[in-house]
């Protein structure tokens, strides 16, 4: 194991299916150290994409090699559309084809898509087999990495085909920051305000004061800044998972802006990062809120207020794409996968850190909520 000074570790309790999360600095070349305990032989197949491949694929290999452990790899191409039966079918026979056995375990390395599909071919693979998450983006190291839903998109919408399947182990360095680009840390900066605006007013009051400076990649604390909130994200979300693990309940609530976000990512043909579409998607979750009278418009101006101020979209407006149709996006939230008896489950607020689930929502108040949000919300 590395140097404790290097890293803050945490454990998401789930019995059998319990396991670490490790979150420190310099991890990616001291990853075989870290998982060979967890191993159930001294191989694994690890799945990337390009952009992450030139960059860590190789250093993540010595790691490896230094503990004598033994690995094959496929790079995919980088992107939302790689979640999709096709890529599924090509990690499989790769997998295959590198004679991967029962034992073997599988390396996610990447953000969120990469996860996502990884971990669901894991849970395929002769009827399941062991992953590692490696998250390389802060979305994923805030989020999708932790809890166990993979998956892939169909036509039909997004996240629709998947399994729960939990991870060995979840390994974060947090250098790999610093190789983002600023919209993809804005995306990730969105899934963390997200824990915020369920539970913790403390927590969103900190990003409020914290939050430029985190995402600065000039700031010299930005190290410490993003490790902060990458743990206090993943223990959010582990205290909810371990009472939740299949969502049956309250593990709704990480879907805040998750419903209309994905319809909006739909929408746009995924040229919208899913951190964005997050974004606008709390705050139409709020603008909901505050049209049935559980919160404030000073709560809406409020989420507004920090998601713009480091430079997050806040309505599906920002982008250039003259033909948005309330219409359409309320037919994609209805093929959701959260629609339960024709209804869907949305997140709302009773004000910041106060997230609760209704499924009483009437259609016509979502339409006009979509409507209102592309003209209103930036005169509040």
């Keep these: ?13 789930l019995d059998s299916r319990s396991y670490e999360i490790f979150v420190g600095m310099g991890l ?3 990853a075989g150290k870290v998982i060979l305990p967890v191993l159930r032989q001294k ?3 690890i799945v990337t994409d390009e952009n992450v491949a030139k960059l860590y694929l190789e250093r993540f290999e010595k790691s490896l090699d230094k503990e004598n452990i033994a690995h094959n790899s496929i790079i995919l191409p980088a992107g939302e559309k790689t979640k999709s039966f096709d890529f599924l079918n090509k990690i499989l026979d790769a997998m ?10 599988v390396i996610a390395l990447g953000g969120g898509v990469i996860g996502d599909i990884t971990g669901f071919a894991a849970s395929i693979f002769m009827r399941g087999i062991d992953f590692i998450q490696v998250p390389t983006t802060l979305l994923s190291q805030v989020d999708s990495s932790v809890g166990g839903k993979t998956g892939i998109n169909t036509r039909h919408g997004k996240n ?8 060995k182990m979840v390994l974060t360095d947090i250098e790999t920051l610093d190789t983002l680009d600023k919209r993809q840390l804005l995306a990730g900066f969105a899934e963390a305000a997200k824990y915020g ?7 969103w009051s900190w990003l409020e004061k914290n939050g430029k400076n985190a995402l600065n990649s000039d700031n010299a604390e930005r190290h410490s800044l993003r490790r ?8 959010a979300k582990a205290k909810i998972v371990e009472k939740d693990e299949q969502e049956n309940g309250i593990r709704a609530l990480l879907n805040l802006g998750h419903t209309f976000s994905h319809a909006i990512e739909i929408e746009a043909d995924y040229k919208i990062l899913h951190g964005e579409g997050v974004a606008i998607g709390m705050v139409m979750a709020f603008s909901l809120s505050e049209k049935l009278g559980y919160c404030s418009s000073d ?4 989420v507004k207020k920090l998601l713009e101020s480091v430079g997050l979209p806040t309505t599906f407006q920002d982008f250039e794409k003259k033909d948005w149709n309330a219409d359409n996006l309320c037919y994609h939230m209805n093929r959701d996968k959260k629609v339960k008896n024709s209804k869907i489950t949305f997140v709302l607020a009773k004000g910041i850190g106060q997230a609760f689930l209704n499924s009483e929502v009437s259609s016509n108040d979502v339409f006009e909520t979509i409507t209102a949000c592309s003209a209103k919300l930036n005169k509040h």
């Design 228 to 235: 902060y909130i990458v743990m206090k994200s993943c223990t």
């Design 197 to 203: 605006l369920i539970d913790n007013l403390k927590f």
């Design 43 to 45: 191989r694994v197949f």
């Design 299 to 302: 709560d809406v101006i409020r």
């Design 160 to 167: 629709l085909v998947g399994s729960f399947y939990q991870p």
């Design 1 to 13: 194991m590395p140097n404790s000074d290097d890293f803050d570790s945490l454990l998401v309790n």
């Design 28 to 30: 990616v070349d001291q």
């Design 96 to 105: 295959f084809e590198s004679h991967c056995e029962r034992s073997t375990t």
